[in-house]
T-cell receptor
């Protein structure tokens, strides 16, 4: 069983489209995250949810909207996709919120906007 | 604000040679530091972490790292490289400003292992 799973693994779409990436964790963790990895492999946090409550919202365009229907799921919806949104998006989870928490990462979703 | 800097975006070693990946941090308070590995087309996997206590931290796959406060460093080492170690390695520091679990990553180091 995959601990943190994302779908789809690859996503190719045209500019202007709306797309979603789904994430599920079966670790029983309370906290989930979205990170973005750019073309230079730099990783930066986008969002974090703890018990379905948003606790981190970095300076991300409001075209990006996370949704957490329950503690095990954190989906990322992106409206009006732009070329610059092309990146690898990683979902992660940790047992609890806090600086000692070890984050477990999904395998990533490679988004290509054409 | 906390940050980490990885010196060397690309490191190449021969199989069996010592692996040394450098990470320096900036933090006004005692940091919590992590090393993650990313194999091709995969997610990140935790190698090891330093929180408090012993400054030499042992991780998985024979890796270890030493926390040196005086040098603000947390370098990753492995005595003998294997071909399977070829991957991207990330040093990260836990953001202590909000206790949110947010990780601040370095730029990454690509490790190449030559036969």
């Amino acid at each position: 069983d995959t601990a943190v799973s994302q779908t789809p693994k690859y996503l190719v779409t045209q500019m202007g489209n709306d797309k979603s990436i789904k994430c599920e964790q079966n670790l029983g963790h309370d906290t989930m995250y979205w990170y973005k990895q750019d073309s230079k492999k730099f990783l930066k946090i986008m969002f974090s949810y703890n018990n379905k409550e948003l606790i981190i919202n970095e300076t991300v365009p409001n075209r990006f909207s996370p949704k957490s229907p329950d503690k095990a799921h954190l989906n990322l919806h992106i409206n009006s996709l732009e070329l610059g949104d092309s990146a690898v998006y990683f979902c992660a989870s940790s047992q609890e919120v806090g600086y000692l928490s070890e984050a477990f990462f999904g395998q990533g979703t490679r988004l290509t906007v054409v | 604000a906390q940050s980490v800097t990885q010196l060397g975006s690309h490191v190449s070693v021969s199989e069996g040679a010592l692996v040394l990946l450098r990470c320096n941090y900036s933090s006004s308070v005692p940091p919590y530091l992590f090393w993650y590995v990313q194999y091709p087309n995969q997610g990140l996997q935790l190698l090891l972490k330093y929180t408090t206590g012993a400054t030499l931290v042992k991780g998985i796959n024979g890796f270890e790292a030493e926390f040196k406060k005086s040098e603000t460093s947390f370098h990753l080492t492995k005595p003998s490289a294997h071909m399977s170690d070829a991957a991207e390695y990330f040093c990260a520091v836990s953001d202590l400003s909000g206790n949110t679990g947010k990780l601040i990553f370095g730029q990454g180091t690509t490790l190449q292992v030559k036969p």
